[in-house]
């Protein structure tokens, strides 16, 4: 819909983020102001702020405090403001703004945010919103919404700039003039036949070096980088760090354009992959939004099902202890070094375990790596466990004597080699079972290498020292 532009930021204007005593002064501000009931004071507070600095302020405010202001500002930075906000936020004002107030921000958002937004709010906010768009609106909302989450058809924009190839280069800059309000990126226009067959994709710097009357289709770039509309969004985020785009152009099974995946879309992509990494590798199950506005019981179980799992799984490691109860009590001054034992060899599997998940995340390692990694894996880490060894056996001469010391190295050097190939390993294994290698990080692996620390620790000792006489108390 035709909009009136966003006011431009003043660049004298210092930015909040980063700085929670502007924020905290701004939020005063801001409530002083709705207790008069200026809203023009209040518009005035943001009206030459960036739009994701004024978000920043309001996210501290109550759900109707913020509705209040963001009715005070004008409509195109009331719909700029709204894309900053976190989901659940976005959903809570969702609720809190009347059918036409809601209706009015969703249609001046861009397609590919319009329609995220939609597929997170309820069903009946869903069926009250639509009947309030414009008939496009609804449509391209349905169409966007459709398509599998994941897949670049759920992260693309039908927002792009499109050419004919006999069109002359003059007349393309007219038209891209034209369209460029209601297009997200007008960079790189996309070339198509009548059947909508991506046929090329020229960029507004060629346009403009162009001679006027020189046609699109002699200097556009033919058989561009593209990507099928089932493709993983995380593929798609890669092809354009790959290849540098500022776009990438998206076909269905027949070739035609249906949408495109810009920059600060892939980024997105990035950021929301590295923070359910992040979640997996600590055992936490994704969120639905942020932490801060996460309710009490999303949280829990987020959190306890891998809790739970885990427990049965550190059972196993006070199993271990107990089939060698005898072996203790003859050697009270093994109990001493059982934590640090431990806990290198979880330590070491959490190390290799985060390399290959970023490794294999990246595309810098494959499967048909892992016999490759694995010889390596075995001689970094069995250096690194003669090097711990040596280190602790010092310690274990002074609280055992010479026996114990040589259980303790021994039993290092054993432990960060297997845990390292845990580590190394079970990315590998979750990947090639379609499981997310990132929930071999952490507590897992941990987990794992605890078990096989307690038995291989005991198993050496029970083996090597006398059973009838202690050691050491």
């Not at 709204?82 to 059918?99: E, K, N, S, V």
């Not at 152009?249 to 495109?260: A, C, E, K």
């Amino acid at each position: 819909m035709p909009d009136l532009p966003v006011p431009a930021p003043d660049p004298v204007a210092p930015s909040v983020a980063g700085d929670a005593a502007e924020v905290e002064r701004l939020r005063r501000s801001v409530r002083d102001r709705l207790k008069d009931g200026a809203p023009d004071a209040i518009a005035a507070l943001f009206i030459r702020r960036h739009p994701a600095d004024t978000a920043l302020v309001l996210d501290r405010l109550t759900t109707d405090e913020t509705c209040a202001v963001l009715r005070a500002l004008p409509p195109a930075l009331r719909s700029a403001v709204f894309g900053y906000f976190t989901d659940a936020c976005q959903g809570d004002l969702a609720r809190c703004l009347a059918r036409r107030e809601f209706a009015d921000l969703v249609s001046r958002m861009s397609a590919d945010e319009r329609a995220d937004l939609y597929n997170r709010l309820t069903e009946e906010q869903q069926r009250t919103l639509l009947p309030a768009l414009a008939q496009a609106e609804r449509e391209d909302i349905r169409r966007l919404a459709g398509y599998r989450r994941g897949t670049a058809g759920a992260v693309m924009t039908s927002e792009y700039a499109t050419l004919t190839p006999g069109v002359t280069a003059r007349d393309a800059i007219e038209q891209l003039r034209r369209e460029a309000p209601d297009k997200e990126t007008i960079y790189d226009a996309y070339v198509i036949d009548e059947d909508r067959r991506l046929l090329g994709v020229v960029s507004l710097r060629d346009l403009i070096m162009a001679e006027a009357e020189a046609r699109v289709a002699d200097f556009m770039v033919g058989n561009p980088i593209a990507a099928p509309v089932d493709t993983r969004s995380e593929e798609i985020a890669a092809r354009i760090a790959r290849y540098d785009l500022h776009s990438l152009p998206i076909i269905d099974g027949d070739g035609r354009l249906v949408g495109i995946v810009t920059q600060d879309d892939a980024m997105d992509v990035v950021e929301q992959e590295a923070t359910e990494d992040f979640h997996r590798s600590a055992t936490v199950l994704p969120l639905d939004g942020s932490v801060r506005h996460a309710r009490l019981h999303h949280l829990y179980r987020k959190r306890v099902s891998w809790l739970v799992l885990l427990v049965f799984g550190n059972l196993l490691s006070g199993a271990g202890i107990a089939l060698f109860e005898d072996t203790i009590a003859a050697h009270i001054t093994l109990v001493f070094f059982l934590p640090l034992l431990i806990a290198s060899g979880g330590n070491a599997g959490a190390q290799a375990s985060t390399l290959m998940v970023r490794a294999i995340a990246t595309g810098d390692v494959r499967m048909s790596d892992w016999s490759r990694m694995l010889g390596r894996e075995i001689v970094v880490a069995t250096a690194l466990g003669v090097t711990m060894a040596l280190t602790v056996s010092l310690i274990g001469v002074a609280r055992g004597g010479v026996a114990i010391a040589g259980v303790v190295a021994a039993t290092m050097v054993l432990v960060v080699l297997a845990g390292s190939l845990i580590g190394l390993s079970l990315p590998f294994i979750l990947n090639r079972l379609k499981l997310d290698p990132a929930t071999a990080s952490g507590p897992l692996v941990t987990s794992i290498a605890d078990v096989i620390g307690v038995v291989t620790y005991f198993a050496i000792a029970t083996a090597v020292l006398p059973l009838g006489t202690g050691a050491g108390g």
